[in-house]
């Protein structure tokens, strides 16, 4: 197994990765590995793994043929999983397992949902800048998404940088974010682009939740930003001066310099990690079938009491 970071001249001259300048911050953000069935990884590989997420959050694995069984005990191996409990269809309108997020425009028969299906508009949210999870009260460790199906073109995932974002705040940015704490809800993402249509029980299920706007790794102690698009308040800040505030961060902290775009092929697995990266999906010819299937590996602990 080879771990090579995204700005090797190697990665950059095969075109493996579309990056852009990531180096900037000094940080080193995204790596891909190669010369590994993450079927068949040993417990040297997963360690290897994750140290490497610890350093660079982002991890591209190219050419991984896997079933959901496989991605979700390759994902078990690095902590406690949650189960796709944010996502809208729940049950029996489900078209895979409650293991597995389904990130696709198809319905339970498989079929490209209509323009105006209200589980496409409410997946429309997963192309506004987010962390995984962090309207649960116990916010996602680890993603990992795996192509099954991509569109032509488009539906590219681009990976912001927390870290480097929060290094170049300065000192009274950093002071004014250190103590704050926001209000994370799927509501509040989803009210974002208009949409309301949530029924009473997803609007108790999905009540929001208390998180840091600081936070810090648990394993390096790196201090990030903890943004999402579901924050929609700041205890004890006027609405409306929150939402700027949460809107001016935002746009400080995914510049170009903090983000590289992923460009899905089939089979490709990508891991992140949501406690110091954002991400968002590009848009792509909604006709088109896009099948992600996604695993999640749970946070330890609570971040606020
Ligand atoms: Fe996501």
Redesign the pocket.
């Given at each position: 197994m080879k771990i090579t970071p995204l700005n090797s001249s190697e990665n950059r001259a095969s075109n493996t990765v579309s990056s852009t300048s990531v180096a900037q911050s000094g940080i080193d953000f995204g790596a891909v590995v190669t010369g590994l069935d993450i079927a068949h990884a040993t417990d040297a590989d997963i360690s290897a793994i994750e140290n490497a997420m610890d350093c660079y959050a982002v991890l591209v694995f190219r050419n991984q043929k896997i079933t959901d069984a496989q991605q979700y005990e390759f994902s078990s191996r690095f902590g406690a999983m949650e189960q796709a409990t944010g996502d809208i269809n729940q049950s029996k309108n489900r078209r895979l397992a409650m293991d597995i997020n389904d990130?696709s425009n198809l319905d339970r028969s498989g079929k490209v949902r209509a323009r105006d299906d209200r589980a496409r508009l409410f997946g429309l949210g997963?192309m506004l800048w987010?962390s995984?999870s962090s309207f649960k009260t116990v916010p996602a460790k680890y993603?990992l998404l795996s192509a099954r199906v991509i569109p032509a073109a488009g539906g590219n995932t681009e990976f912001a940088d927390m870290r480097a974002a929060w290094v170049a705040l300065d000192r009274a940015q950093q002071h004014e974010c250190l103590n704050l704490v926001c209000e994370h809800s799927q509501l509040y993402s989803r009210g974002i682009l208009g949409f309301e249509d949530f029924t009473n029980d997803e609007r108790t299920k999905w009540s929001p939740v208390l998180q840091p706007l600081v936070r810090q790794h648990p394993v390096t102690e790196a201090k990030s930003l903890f943004l999402s698009s579901h924050i929609g308040a700041i205890v004890n800040w006027p609405v409306p001066e929150a939402r700027l505030f949460i809107r001016d961060l935002t746009e400080h902290a995914t510049q170009s310099e903090f983000v590289f775009t992923h460009t899905w092929n089939q089979w490709d697995l990508v891991m992140w990690d949501n406690r110091v990266t954002m991400?968002r999906a590009r848009r792509y010819d909604h006709t088109q079938p896009r099948d992600l299937h996604?695993t999640t590996v749970a946070g330890d602990t609570t971040l606020y009491s």
């Open positions: 990130i997963n987010h995984d993603s991400h996604r």
